[in-house]
């Protein structure tokens, strides 16, 4: 069944006194600045990342590794966005273990990680920075030494698109939407060939971080 972001959709600019530093999964797309396609293409639906996109995957694979309280599930590159789901966990020194994310996702073990200090927890909107600020400066890198093609302004939006997920259910909807999108991509509202925007669309509310 194809994920309905219109049915499902939550306006999380952002619910009212929600903390986004509390343990929970979190859907979230990131688009490329002006949804130009610097990240590879899709062909038989089917994605062939270039040495960008690859980069791209590679910082979302190291985010667990890199922040505490920080774990990741299903993720897709896409040719000008990404699709990924952020699941936000007590960081270690909570307990012996993370409290579940979310229904379906099963506590992780916490060991491996320094003692010490009370951990920093960082907020989704913190992560999605994060992640971005290591793109473009790897991208950057990429342009000096191996010739990318240079960006102007910058290479994501300053806006990224988020939902939190409710439950078992929904969950498996996200999981099976972002497994989908290759295959959808002509459909895809952030596709080039889509002029329904002068720079497509996405039914999912944007948050500014700067």
């Known amino acids: 069944m194809r994920f309905n972001p219109d049915a499902h959709r939550r306006r999380s600019i952002r619910l009212g006194g929600y903390d986004y530093s509390r343990p929970g999964a979190y859907f979230v797309t990131v688009c490329a600045h002006g949804r130009e396609c610097r990240l590879g293409e899709i062909a038989g639906g089917e994605v062939r990342l270039n040495d960008a996109g690859e980069m791209v995957q590679r910082t979302w694979e190291e985010l667990p590794s890199k922040y505490p309280g920080v774990e990741i599930d299903s993720f897709v590159v896409m040719p000008n966005h990404v699709h990924g789901i952020i699941v936000l966990t007590d960081p270690v020194g909570a307990g012996p273990r993370a409290r579940p994310a979310c229904p379906g996702l099963p506590a992780r073990p916490v060991e491996g990680r320094p003692r010490g200090a009370a951990p920093t927890r960082f907020s989704l909107a913190d992560v999605v920075h994060r992640f971005k600020s290591l793109n473009t400066a790897r991208y950057r890198s990429g342009v000096a030494r191996l010739g990318w093609p240079p960006f102007s302004a910058r290479l994501w939006q300053r806006?990224?698109?988020?939902?939190?997920?409710?439950?078992?259910?929904?969950?498996?909807?996200?999981?099976?939407?972002?497994?989908?999108?290759?295959?959808?991509?002509?459909?895809?509202?952030?596709?080039?060939?889509?002029?329904?925007?002068?720079?497509?669309?996405?039914?999912?509310?944007?948050?500014?971080?700067?």
């Open 159 to 210: 806006n990224y698109y988020d939902r939190i997920i409710r439950g078992e259910e929904e969950l498996a909807k996200i999981r099976e939407y972002i497994a989908a999108n290759p295959v959808q991509w002509a459909e895809d509202e952030n596709h080039p060939g889509n002029v329904s925007h002068p720079q497509g669309r996405i039914s999912y509310s944007p948050r500014g971080i700067v």
